[in-house]
């Protein structure tokens, strides 16, 4: 596997934690909650994930759509945005070319409206 892909893994496992710590420890208030899961935002340096080294299996293993059926465009999921490479380009949906650095985080179900051409 590719270092791309093990530091995605680890990043969401990492915010997966945060995440469940946060829902389930009721007694920790809602700054504490926020603060564990910001520190967990900032664990994988967001240098560590290129979205063009995945694979088709390992984009959609981590939540990577396709646009449309007829499309290569791989949108990406959200929760992974603060661990990308901020100059990697990505294409929209409408066909834009843009550095991640210069993205917006809005989102349809989650994904991103921008990806990457995986065939």
Request: hydrophobic share 40%; aromatic share 10%; glycine share 4%.
């Amino acid at each position: 596997m590719n270092t791309s892909y093990l530091n995605a893994i680890h990043y969401r496992n990492l915010i997966l934690r945060a995440f469940a710590e946060t829902t389930q420890y009721q007694k920790w208030s809602d700054d504490f909650a926020r603060k564990e899961c910001m520190e967990a935002k900032q664990a994988v340096p967001c240098e560590s994930v290129n979205p063009k080294d995945f694979s088709k299996e390992e984009a959609e293993s981590l939540g990577f759509q396709r646009w449309s059926k007829d499309s290569n465009l791989m949108l990406i999921p959200m929760w992974l945005l603060p661990a990308l490479n901020q100059d990697v380009e990505v294409e929209s949906i409408s066909g834009d070319i843009k550095k991640v650095k210069d993205i917006d985080n809005d989102n349809r179900r989650g994904l991103l409206a921008f990806g990457v051409q995986i065939a």
